[in-house]
């Protein structure tokens, strides 16, 4: 299956680095959890798959035995989707039919200032501990003799893992441009297995989430690049629920990103469902909204290379 004629080009984070003069940001936490992605994660995508199969009587209970298995490997969220070719980037070809998309939860206690070398290391250690369960799984789904491909939080997708975790019930599209989950806030990370062992789908929901966010200005008030809109971008296309979509500024948000500890300024000021997601469990103290560190921005960037089509906000 190949992408579809609106589907975007992956992200080219070097070209974006360059954009704005190279790579600046030097946490060594950080770059110890990426070499630890690439050496002994990276090489474990592929595996051999079980000559015998099981059989499954039905594909929901094929489904219920894949989603169970994420939970005990330790995934806080797991759905089924089928995928479409506007879920696989330009110029990607996918054979498989179905994701199995998986979500993992951030610490809210790592959040208690953004941007900080706090938040950015909990986004990779996320990214690390939820690679474990895609290739875990992937390894459990080979195990019933099913091929599958790793979809790894931070690899080289194929796939948009954001339109398929919506259509996997997930949540609903934030004005951030990140989901928003019923429980868990935007406050988690995604990755999925792919692959063609039948299953059952799971449905989209409509939580109020989208009409709440209408509403709600948090995270483009306290956005520091300004880079979130006030409005939808019909020119952005519609979510699973049939609404235009917010779309963030990537120009103005990459160069504040890619300088100040990735940001993540927006998902932890979020304050959907009266912050009843923003909780620490283990017993730490903490607080329901953060310390955002306001800086002024970079001057925007935009590239000349293939990129997805973002509005270019108040510029």
Request: hydrophobic share 35%.
């Amino acid at each position: 299956m190949n992408n579809s004629e609106t589907s975007p080009p992956a992200f080219q984070w070097e070209d974006w680095y360059n954009a704005i003069g190279g790579r600046r940001i030097k946490i060594s936490e950080v770059e110890n959890i990426l070499t630890q992605i690439r050496e002994h994660q990276y090489p474990r995508f592929k595996g051999t798959v079980n000559s015998e199969r099981v059989e499954f009587s039905s594909g929901a209970l094929a489904s219920e035995a894949v989603k169970r298995k994420a939970f005990e490997l330790g995934a806080d969220e797991a759905g089924i989707a089928e995928i479409e070719p506007g879920d696989i980037y330009q110029g990607r070809e996918v054979k498989e039919k179905y994701a199995v998309v998986v979500a993992q939860r951030m610490l809210w206690r790592s959040f208690q200032e953004v941007p900080s070398n706090d938040s950015a290391i909990e986004c990779l250690r996320v990214y690390f501990s939820l690679g474990e369960v895609v290739i875990r799984l992937a390894d459990y789904i080979r195990s019933l003799g099913y091929a599958c491909t790793v979809e790894h939080p931070i690899g080289d997708s194929d796939v948009l893992h954001v339109p398929l975790a919506l259509k996997a019930g997930f949540g609903e599209l934030g004005r951030h441009g990140s989901i928003i989950h019923p429980w868990m806030g935007p406050l988690f990370r995604l990755g999925s297995v792919i692959t063609d062992m039948p299953l059952q789908t799971d449905s989209p929901i409509d939580a109020g989430i989208a009409a709440f966010c209408d509403n709600c200005r948090a995270c483009r008030i306290y956005c520091p690049a300004k880079a979130i809109p006030d409005k939808r971008s019909p020119e952005a296309g519609k979510d699973h629920l049939g609404n235009d979509r917010y779309k963030v500024d990537t120009g103005k948000c990459f160069p504040y990103f890619a300088t100040h500890n990735y940001c993540s300024a927006c998902l932890p000021v979020c304050v959907y469902h009266h912050k009843e997601w923003a909780r620490d469990f283990d017993g730490f103290t903490t607080k329901l909204f953060p310390d955002v560190e306001l800086k002024d921005p970079p001057p925007p960037v935009d590239p000349e290379i293939p990129k997805h089509w973002y509005p270019r906000i108040h510029r």
